[in-house]
């Protein structure tokens, strides 16, 4: 088990028992200190200055794009499009990618258990093009249905995206075995990291994915700032969705061309201090070493796991056994409303999610409107896991069941 | 305890066994609220004989607190006309947001709701069912 809590000031300021991780993570001091060093001392607009603190400022921004390549093994730092976050850069792929090759009876293969962030933008781009979504099921277990996902690909779908982490059910779909399924097909492969990257060690070569898109806020970092990769022949095929500065190589008034990739993709000024931020998560994490990380996030979901499964009326929705699954663990207590669940629980300073996870079309399939969810990261102890259970039961006390 | 005080049995027993659930055939006045949030859903049906409410339909699913104050509306309003019903509407609303509140008394069995004071996140709960009345009432 990790010992890291420490690092967290959140914690010691009174965060109690943080169990939202999978939402928005804590962040840890060196990511906090590293951003307000650096907006303190050396910052500057990147790309343009001829002067020192601009000069300072785009290598350091530049570096958050190296350090975010090593991070997921990419081979070359201009794979990396440091963008938003993980539904900025799905966007940019649905819009830039899909807008320009989808043709009209096109399909669309996603999966039940998509966020939000990995539906919508594909809707929209069918609704402009006249391709056609289609959807993997589930199993009972909560994993993804790989049968039925073979039997989609015999359709010819053009473009397969789904996630390498379920929000909501925790489980963790076998992402190379699939990308390398759909690619067979001549398929475009996206994956949605926003979950998995925090959370495992990730190689984009041996996923074999052509994109890859995660947040930094959910991998302890900041808000505003995460990152697309792509396949570099993907990357040229890509229309920009924004124009503006930086994204350029030459304007004229009638019409434009554009940068190198990545650049043409991030127009505008960029999350320069939030780069910043990133590439102290990322130094955080390999210095802890993803591969613990794995280990801790493994080793808790186990324990909370057997704790929920002892409370009386509790349901689990998603996997019951850590195999193939990650610590975001979605359940229903009985007929108590998930939302009362987590009035009672934020009594004890237990903070969970309650809703539809951004997954509504997923709530459908599991039949409930609603779900709580713990979800755990680096800093979680098994305290948590029993403040939580402790409120639990208090919540079925008061409810009476 | 505080908890206690949210989750009264009353409260309790209109969120396991709600009032007036039953769609009604040809209403007067409907209207749906949502609260996106959180997905709360709530409609209110009414008919009227006269000025008075005569029929009331409140359905939807969502937490104990949304769903009990919708059924306890329900009752509430039933044979009242819609003058009282929005004055009613209106004080009780009032009741949840303002500052002080020692109307309690008028309330009968929605003062109950009242400690949904206290947890300023899930007012909005125990308000969407009237909102949604508000519309139906101005429609």
Known sequence: MLDVRQDFPAIAAGAGHFLDSAASALKPRAVLEAMNQFAGTVYANVHRGAYRLSTTSTELYEKARSRAAEFIGASNPDEVVLCRGTTTGLNMVAAGWGGEHLRPGDRILLTVMEHHANIVPWQMVARRTGAVLDYVGITEDGHLDRDGFVAKLDLQPRVVAFTGMSNVLGSIPPAAALAEAARATGALVVVDGAQLVPHRPVDVQSIGADFLAFSGHKLLGPTGIGVLWGRPERLEEMEPTEGGGEMIANVELDHSTWARIPHRFEAGTPPIIEAVGLTAAFDYLDEIGMESVAAHDAELTNYALKRLSEVEQLRIQGPLTGEDRGGAISFTLGDVHPHDLATILDQRQVSVRAGHHCAKPLMRVLGVPATARASISVYTNNEDIDALISGLEEASGLFGI | ?139
């Open chain 2, 1 to 139: 305890m505080a908890l206690e005080e949210l989750y009264r049995e009353v409260i309790l027993d209109h969120y396991r066994n709600p009032r007036n659930r039953t769609a009604l055939e040809e209403p007067h006045a409907v209207a749906e609220g949502v609260n996106p949030l959180c997905g709360d859903e709530v409609t209110v049906e009414l008919t009227f004989g006269g000025e008075a409410v005569e029929g009331v339909s409140v359905r939807g699913h969502g937490c104990s607190i949304s769903q009990s104050s919708g059924s306890m509306m329900g009752e509430a309003i039933k044979g009242l006309d819609r003058e009282a019903v929005a004055v009613l509407s209106r004080r009780f609303q009032e009741s949840l947001t303002s500052e002080d509140s020692n109307s309690e008394s008028e309330f009968g069995e929605l003062a109950a709701l009242q400690g949904v004071r206290r947890y300023p996140v899930r007012v909005k709960c125990a308000l969407l069912p009237w909102t949604t009345l508000d519309e139906a009432l101005s429609a």
